[in-house]
């Protein structure tokens, strides 16, 4: 019975991961098939509504997907249930990221549903455990991703000087990451400050920002990839 336990909490473990791989190279539906498995699997091992990380793992998986295919709201509900696990089993700070990742993807989702305050709540709590990390290390692509929403959301409210505070800020972290060479965070965040120029009203520097995430874009993957590239980030 153990051993069939350990070998099913490995299988959830292994589906998380193909999940993660499908979400990260845009394949939604394939992703989707992984993270309802995995959640499938770790539900079977310790029950459902178990508090344990393993639901919290994939219930948060399963909602990043969702929200990357456009099913916002049932992503929102995957999301809350999985951060408030991992609140009621955080250890000395080994869910920081894992909140801190669910906070950000509920930031964005309330963002594009138009709920400014309420994304900008969610998207300070994240930054702020960010902040907290002593590296953010592997999770460095997230948090220019909560600055790059951050700015946006500013933005949407016409509060430039708080748009253009994060979306610099975004463009610093991941240039510094990046050792100033080419990187896909680094190309997003060009553009984030594209687009908070434009809405400002300098259209000179909204025009330096975007040639220079476009021809980021272009190096990273080609004249011929970066039209889809362009399109996933904007």
Same mark, same amino acid.
């Given at each position: ?8 909490? +490995? ?73 408030? @696990? ?60 909560? +600055? ?8 949407? +409210? ?6 253009? @505070? ?69």
């Amino acid at each position: 019975e153990a051993a069939e336990r350990a070998d099913a909490e +490995l299988a959830a473990g292994i589906q998380n991961n193909l999940s993660y791989v499908f979400y990260k190279t845009q394949r939604f539906d394939r992703a989707r098939v992984h993270a309802e498995e995995a959640l499938r699997l770790a539900e079977a091992v310790h029950g459902v509504g178990a508090k344990h990380r393993d639901i919290a793992e994939a219930k948060n998986s399963l909602g990043s997907v969702l929200a990357g295919g456009g099913q916002s709201d049932r992503a929102a509900e995957l999301i809350e249930e999985s951060v408030a @696990l991992f609140r009621e089993i955080e250890s000395e700070g080994s869910s920081t990221h894992h909140i801190a990742f669910g906070l950000k993807n509920l930031g964005e989702i309330r963002a594009g549903a138009g709920q400014y305050q309420s994304a900008i709540e969610s998207l300070e709590e994240a930054l702020a455990l960010y902040r907290s990390m002593r590296s953010p290390g592997p999770h460095t692509s997230d948090l220019v991703a909560c +600055l790059y929403a951050l700015g946006l959301v500013h933005r949407g +409210l016409e509060q430039y000087d708080r748009s253009l @505070l994060f979306h610099a800020e975004a463009l610093a972290v991941a240039t510094e990451a990046g050792n100033g060479a080419p990187h896909p965070d680094t190309a997003r965040a060009l553009y984030g400050m594209g687009r908070h120029h434009a809405a400002a009203g300098d259209a000179s520097a909204a025009e330096s920002y975007y040639t220079r995430s476009a021809d980021m874009y272009r190096e990273l993957y080609g004249q011929a990839n970066a039209r889809p590239a362009l399109g996933r980030t904007f």
